[in-house]
């Protein structure tokens, strides 16, 4: 079994900042990349973010140049600094992660995300 906790979210004024976490734990041989999505009432889940094992980066055009993306190889926890939030950022944010269980079987996991409001 593998778990994803995400924890960070909250209620934050246009322009403001927030640091979500999530930690993986459970039978975890490696982790080939972590990233965080997020779904606004009524849309489709997006991708955010997502850094493989490597260090390498990806981010969606609507975030870039605010969010940063980064992670703690050794405690297994990924991290999503944001700055200059907007209204339309408002959204639950997931955490996601490509595992291979001590199993060896490789498959994507994810948390139960964590409520983030950009509301003046």
């Known amino acids: 079994q593998v778990q994803l906790v995400e924890s960070g979210g909250g209620l934050v004024q246009p322009g403001g900042s927030l640091r979500l976490s999530c930690a993986a734990s459970g039978s975890i041989f490696s982790i080939y990349y972590m990233g965080w999505y997020r779904q606004a009432p009524g849309k489709q889940r997006e991708l955010v973010a997502t850094?493989?094992?490597?260090?390498?980066?990806n981010y969606a055009d609507s975030v870039k140049g605010r969010f940063t993306i980064s992670s703690d190889n050794a405690k297994n926890t990924v991290f999503l600094q944001m700055n200059s939030l907007k209204p339309e950022d408002t959204a639950v944010y997931y955490c996601?992660?490509?595992?291979?269980?001590?199993?060896?079987?490789?498959?994507?996991?994810w948390g139960r995300g964590t409520q983030v409001t950009v509301s003046s």
């Open positions: 850094i493989t094992s490597g260090g390498s980066t």
């Open positions: 996601n992660a490509d595992v291979r269980g001590l199993n060896r079987y490789r498959n994507t996991h």
